[in-house]
């Protein structure tokens, strides 16, 4: 995406409709909305905007023969820029801005310092101030040259994080810039702020915010003492974190197979799978090699996970893990937001956890993550392990634990994100809706997902089932030379990594997520997507088959 830097004296054209800059100003501030490129201001200007727009709507007035005082002008300068200002960005002065007193002009020089914030050539500084065009032939642009371009090219982001920055900038400075005052960055007031706001909008009685969705799976297990010998089921279609941390305890995964339309863990299966490791009868479900030395598996938890958003069948999981005194440790990374028959992520197991990595639907921008629960005394234990298993101090350690904090900054951030996450998943849910209805009607040979009565996604993801593995590779061809991002999650299930080769599971014996990993495809999906843009990707699946 192109940034464009708007200049005090672009800013005063369009605002006082100075001739005869005025249509020039106004046709560049429309061909960088038309071209979806980003406009800012620099707050380092507030001052002098105010002052040379002022100053120049007393001097048109005179022209006209009439009269404006200071204090009108004023007063209209700061309507019109009001008006002006709420389509545009800010761009905050930082600190090394203001050491420019030695430069010939410190605001300038302002101006190009804050260009080292943006990535090489993607920025320009539209002005008409030929000292500027002259000195930063690369940097600066006039008008005249701006509105000659060829239209900027538009690259379809799979998921849009620069909209969303757009809408929340202010906020994310002001958090950001709290914490870097306070100084606080380990545990701050920003975390627990986070941690309360979160057990507020989930309904949950705790939640402990660590460093990542992966930590926040790990430390359940280890709370629960799971380790060699124990069984934990859950699927083999999703991504490593969620099997990879049984294997971290020690623990033995048994993979449980798909329910072909929701892609996640079929209930029915989980109780086969369950009497199968019960009873030592791999007759009844595939089960793993056991480790050396074990000559049974104990069944200890289950790990359903909201694949692409949508939650498991959590009533059926639950009564068969009171069946057998199992724990359910939901993996709802993707799913945070996300409703099950009207209650909502992070209280549907005995634990939850999530992930705050930049793409799931509350993201950070860095690793994070939140354990959510109702049960006291687990909480107060995965205080401890968050922190080296500390107890009363931290130099007072009564277990092993882990260093698995949540960042201050990234609960800042959090924070601004979360202020508007409700807006962007009823924003999501309609570009679902919209896609779901285009798919139907355009292109019968492509599936789109199914969501049941009951269940509310949160759409991390919007995946379709292609009729054959070939087809769906017609499709990705077809949205790549159309410039459409699409992803494919999950290409090889994880009966069939390679680190997880010692359990000899076959391909075969999990058919459904088999089939799935090779048809299923991701497509663009963020509460940012225009319906021109989601028609356009529709079009695309109908023409490639």
């Not at 859950?234 to 798909?258: H, K, Q, S």
């Not at 609960?411 to 994100?417: E, G, M, S």
């Not at 949205?479 to 076959?506: D, E, I, N």
């Amino acid at each position: 995406m192109m940034h464009i830097l708007f200049d005090v004296n672009i800013i005063v054209d369009i605002c006082a409709r100075r001739k005869p800059f005025f249509q020039l100003a106004c046709d560049s501030l429309e061909k960088c909305f038309a071209d979806g490129c980003s406009p800012w201001i620099y707050t380092g200007s507030v001052q002098t905007l105010e002052f040379t727009l002022a100053s120049e709507l007393v001097r048109l007035k005179e022209l006209d023969g009439c009269s404006l005082t200071r204090s009108m002008s004023l007063q209209i300068a700061r309507k019109l820029l009001a008006i002006f200002c709420s389509k545009m960005n800010w761009l905050a002065a930082l600190a090394n801005e203001g050491d420019v007193f030695d430069t010939d002009d410190p605001e300038d020089e302002q101006l190009i310092r804050a260009f080292d914030r943006f990535p090489a050539g993607e920025i320009k500084l539209l002005t008409r101030d030929h000292r500027l065009l002259n000195s930063y032939p690369d940097k600066a642009i006039s008008p005249e040259q701006y509105c000659q371009l060829p239209p900027e090219e538009c690259k379809l982001p799979f998921i849009d994080l620069n909209a969303q920055q757009d809408r929340i900038r202010p906020e994310l400075e002001k958090n950001m810039h709290r914490v870097l005052h306070h100084g606080r960055y380990i545990l701050g007031s920003e975390v627990q702020e986070l941690e309360r706001r979160l057990c507020e909008y989930t309904g949950a009685k705790h939640c402990i915010g660590v460093s990542s969705g992966t930590d926040a799976l790990l430390m359940p297990l280890m709370a629960w003492d799971i380790g060699p010998g124990d069984a934990v089921f859950t699927t083999p279609f999703t991504f490593i974190a969620t099997a990879e941390v049984i294997r971290l305890i020690g623990a033995t995964p048994v993979f449980v197979d798909i329910d072909p339309q929701t892609f996640n863990i079929d209930p029915k299966k989980l109780e086969l799978a369950i009497r199968a490791v019960h009873d030592n009868a791999p007759e009844i479900y595939p089960l793993p090699r056991k480790p050396e030395g074990i000559s049974r598996l104990v069944p200890k938890t289950i790990i359903p996970v909201d694949l692409f958003g949508l939650p498991a069948d959590y009533d059926p999981i639950t009564s068969i893990a009171e069946d057998y005194g199992l724990k359910v440790l939901a993996d709802s990374a993707q799913g945070f937001g996300s409703q099950y028959k009207g209650r909502k992520s992070g209280t549907l197991g005995h634990a939850t956890a999530t992930s705050f990595f930049p793409a799931k639907p509350l993201g950070a921008y860095g690793d994070g993550g939140a354990i959510f629960t109702d049960d006291d005394e687990l909480a107060e234990t995965l205080e401890s392990i968050r922190v080296h298993g500390k107890g009363k101090d931290k130099y007072d350690n009564v277990r092993i634990g882990l260093n698995a904090r949540l960042d201050t900054l990234q609960a800042a951030v959090l924070l601004a994100k979360l202020d508007i996450f409700d807006k962007e998943l009823e924003a999501k849910k309609e570009v679902a809706e919209q896609y779901t209805g285009l798919v139907a009607d355009k292109t019968a040979r492509i599936s789109p997902p199914y969501i049941p009565q009951g269940f509310t996604s949160a759409w991390a993801q919007y995946s379709v089932l292609a009729e054959t593995g070939k087809q769906r590779g017609d499709i990705q061809a077809a949205l790549r030379k159309a410039g459409v991002p699409s992803m494919v999650y999950y290409p090889k299930p994880l009966h069939m990594q390679t680190a997880f080769g010692q359990l000899g599971y076959l391909p075969e014996d999990m058919p459904v997520a088999m089939d799935t990993a090779r048809r299923i495809l991701s497509l663009p999906m963020h509460a940012y997507l225009q319906d021109e843009q989601i028609v356009a990707i529709v079009e695309t699946l109908r023409q490639s088959h």
